[in-house]
């Protein structure tokens, strides 16, 4: 039976393939009996389980030493919970008594102690059943033998057709583990707009749908799903003639897409002359080569985050600098601007995370980014050492994320001196000019710029997060979604405001939020005086045919008077004008 569904749409293009179920492990194992002969065999299968999930997490524990506290206390719980007898010993007794596989013993347990916790009436030990889960699961990967929520080797069936995830919930993570493995699309139940999740679709350049609700539930593994990216439709089973009317679409984006592509060498340029900055946002040394084959003439933002995701543990300085190193050298003395780590909110290091998980604490405004990094001295260090060395090989400036306090610059200022003079000592060489630059996506941080514009050399605009905290909207919670305006009075306000204070200073300012790469708004950003554009390499192309389209000097007396308007809609308007 063929049927539509709707959600958001979070990535341009059209998909058609086969649909390809990710399961969430604890919901979906199998229940076996076991033969008496093999049940002692079954024992053994979860106590290693056990064990090397618990070595892990002692691992990780060690690693963690120098990190913020609360990640080391959630992995003791988690170590505790492990080797509470209720999951340690009474799956066991399951197995031996009911002859249950081992996976089912421990979710059965998991189900009884799950619904304990929920009884309770203390709130913090009522959230406690969150981490009975998480233990769980990574037992469960652990006993099916993949210890990554995506499973599948390739993003096509063994005929060669294309594949389209779906999934409740994807963690930037799970997305990252399946870059190259190249999905046709992918969609999901839950997930806002500018969620990472979302940004990792639009830099791989595959359409994708979130915010489904139901869609995990409501489509069967290889049924043929069509993905309309850019209006967030699936069409599951559809006839041929609607199939057809897709392949016709399909074909005619990937001509135009073509097309664009003549533009690599071409200057980004306006009618009136005005020379623009295209720059790249990758998120791994492999991104390198789509950024230059997309004409970049740089990384405006490496998200160095993304390489870690999940791992468990924070990289070392060798790990990170031969990272920043491919980059670099990759690059060819293009400039890098490479951002300290961005972590929290909805990128963890700790594979184990879902959307539900993290709603439930009001992390994007808790420990994250530079707050998180000025917190773990020693890693932070780590991290500065290998950018300065990396700075030996090409042009590569330093970007802080999530600032919002003057001391928070002094602070990382003197941790980059640290990081210098231990460079020094250790005779190794780095980038005595190294500039340093902020993020300015905290509305706090927009309103007082000039705190910003005195202590750093330049801005990089975040609007995804400026966005997120001006309109008080969770970016990775699809029920608040329809409240995402970029063309909100408020932040147009807050856009106009700090790119005019950064050019009367004559500091730099760059914006390397998703608007930067949304042709439809590249008008009105031109005329607010950006210069500097930085996104995903797939969106260069289009934004450079914008800009060679268009006269700033026209632009600007109209922009003024958009930013008078106070309603949404009327901007609307205005920007279309703009943009015919
Ligand atoms: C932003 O917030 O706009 C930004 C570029 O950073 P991120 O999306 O990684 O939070
Ligand atoms: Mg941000």
């Known amino acids: 039976m063929s049927f539509t569904l709707h959600g958001l749409a979070v990535s341009g293009g059209i998909a058609i393939g086969q649909a390809h179920l990710i399961s969430q492990a604890t919901l979906e194992v199998s229940h076996l009996i076991i033969p008496p002969r093999m049940v002692e065999k079954e024992v053994i299968r979860f106590e290693t389980a056990l064990s090397s999930v618990r070595n892990e997490f002692t691992t990780m524990r060690v690693n963690m030493e120098h990190s913020p506290t609360d990640i080391g206390a959630f992995i003791d719980l988690h170590l505790m919970i492990l080797s ?54 990574r037992v469960v990967r652990e006993l099916l033998g993949h210890p990554n929520h995506v499973s599948g080797k390739s993003g096509k069936n063994p005929k060669g057709e294309n594949l389209i995830v779906v999934a409740h919930d994807l963690s930037p993570g799970d997305v990252m583990a399946f870059k190259d493995r190249h999905f046709a699309s992918f969609v999901t139940d839950v997930g806002g707009a500018t969620s990472h999740t979302a940004i990792l679709a639009r830099g791989m350049g595959i359409p994708a749908v979130l915010g489904l609700h139901n869609a995990r539930h409501l489509i069967r593994d ?119 780590f961005d972590l929290g909110n909805d990128k963890s290091i700790h594979a184990d995370e879902t959307t539900e998980d993290r709603k439930r604490e009001n992390p994007a405004l808790g420990l994250r980014s530079i707050r998180l990094s000025l917190t773990a001295p020693r890693s932070f260090q780590a991290q500065l050492r290998a950018i300065l060395r990396a700075s030996k090989l090409g042009k590569v400036n330093i970007l802080i994320p999530m600032l919002s306090h003057a001391h928070q610059v002094d602070q990382t200022l003197a941790a980059l001196e640290q990081a210098k003079s231990s460079l020094r000592r250790d005779k190794m060489a780095f980038d005595e000019n190294i500039k340093i630059g902020g993020m300015i996506e905290v509305p706090a941080a927009a309103l007082a710029v ?96 914008r800009v060679k389209q268009s006269d700033v000097s026209q632009l600007t007396p109209l922009v003024r008077r958009i930013l008078r308007l106070e309603e949404s809609v009327k901007i609307q308007e205005q920007i279309e004008r703009l943009n015919r």
């Open 450 to 545: 000039g705190v910003f514009l005195r202590r750093l050399d330049f801005l990089s605009i975040g609007t995804n997060d400026l966005i997120q905290y001006t309109l008080a909207i969770d970016r990775t919670d699809e029920q608040v979604s329809n409240l995402y305006d970029p063309l909100h009075p408020a932040v147009l306000t807050l856009l106009s405001h700090i790119i005019s204070r950064a050019n009367k200073a004559k500091v730099p300012v760059s914006m390397c939020g998703e608007l930067a790469g949304d042709a439809s708004l590249t008008r009105l950003l031109l005329g607010m005086g950006l210069r500097q554009f930085s996104m995903h390499p797939a969106q260069i192309p289009e934004i450079k045919q």
């Open 222 to 340: 290889q049924e043929i799903i069509i993905v309309d990216g850019s209006r967030g439709v699936l069409i599951v089973n559809p006839c041929q003639r609607v199939l057809e009317e897709y392949q016709l679409k399909k074909s005619q984006l990937e001509i135009e897409r073509s097309k664009l592509k003549l533009l690599k060498t071409a200057h980004a340029t306006t009618l009136d002359r005005i020379e623009i900055d295209l720059l790249a946002n990758i998120e791994e040394p492999s991104d390198v080569a789509a950024a230059l084959e997309s004409g970049a003439i740089g990384v405006g933002l490496f998200r160095t985050e993304f390489i870690f995701l999940g791992r468990g543990d924070m990289p070392s300085e060798e790990e990170q600098f031969e990272a920043y190193r491919k980059v670099v050298k990759g690059m060819d003395g293009r400039p890098v601007t490479i951002r300290t």
């Open 84 to 137: 509470d007898p209720e999951l340690a010993e009474v799956p066991i007794q399951i197995i031996r008594e009911r002859r249950c596989n081992a996976e089912w013993a421990l979710v059965q347990q998991m189900q009884l102690l799950v619904a304990q916790f929920d009884q309770i009436d203390d709130m913090y030990m009522r959230e406690r059943s969150y981490d009975v889960r998480q233990v769980v699961e």
